[in-house]
């Protein structure tokens, strides 16, 4: 089965600094690289993913950059805003077509 | 568009009572559909995910149980609840994985 571990487990920054979330995976099979945010005492959200074909890929202040070769893929956050706080979880899916393996999820606070 | 309902949002029951929570997703035919249990702390654990009617996989050994009796509709099931089956239960659908799931707003259980 695929082995996630995400790094770091809790990230403090200032508002305005940008924020980065690096996530490890064990099963070269993964085609697909999820992230999701997690705000308190609601359901995981996805915020945004990348296909094993591209390398990065943007969406306003957010990004995720994919080394297949390495195995890893990150989470860029740029001028981070309090609303920014909350948990976010990688989850490639290893070989499996039907279920996502969840990293332990980082801790982001974003200080005013 | 898809939409994911589950309820009830909070839930306090004795220890040795049944449970069941449902989870109803519209907007969509043929989801695979998952349920997960958020303990205190950040990880998620896959407690069971369905590709079809009637059929459930089971992830964990535990106390609980599932069932899909209709395409939309996933149920979680207790007969008697332990203190350690309190947590946030989350249940999710996806349509393949490269759209990545659709979280539910969770159930809040508390078994006291």
């Known amino acids: 089965g695929e082995n996630v571990e995400q790094h770091p487990s809790t990230l403090s920054v200032q508002e305005g600094d940008s924020a980065v979330i690096k996530c490890t995976y064990s099963?070269?099979?993964?085609?697909?690289f999820p992230w999701y945010k997690q705000e308190l005492g609601k359901g995981p959200q996805l915020i945004i993913d990348i296909r094993s074909n591209v390398g990065e890929k943007k969406d306003q202040r957010i990004a995720v950059t994919l080394n297949k070769t390495a195995k890893h893929f990150s989470l860029h956050i740029t001028e981070t805003q309090p609303e920014d706080s909350a948990v976010y979880f990688c989850?490639?899916?290893?070989?499996?077509?039907?279920?996502?393996?969840f990293g332990k999820g980082t801790l982001l606070t974003v200080n005013p | 568009s898809q939409t994911i309902h589950q309820w009830p949002a909070t839930l306090v029951q004795p220890v040795g009572s049944p449970l069941s929570l449902e989870c109803t997703v519209e907007?969509?035919?043929?989801?695979?559909l998952y349920w997960y249990r958020q303990a205190a702390g950040r990880g998620l654990q896959l407690l069971f995910y369905s590709v079809g009617i009637g059929q459930i996989s089971s992830e964990v050994p535990q106390n609980l149980s599932a069932s899909r009796p209709q395409d939309r509709q996933f149920i979680l099931s207790s007969k008697k609840l332990l203190l350690s089956d309190s947590g946030f239960y989350l249940c999710a659908w996806s349509v393949g994985l490269q759209g990545g799931y659709t979280f539910g707003s969770g159930t809040r259980l508390t078994v006291v």
């Open positions: 989850a490639p899916p290893g070989g499996s077509n039907y279920k996502l393996t």
């Open positions: 099963d070269s099979a993964s085609n697909y």
């Open positions: 907007g969509t035919s043929n989801p695979n």
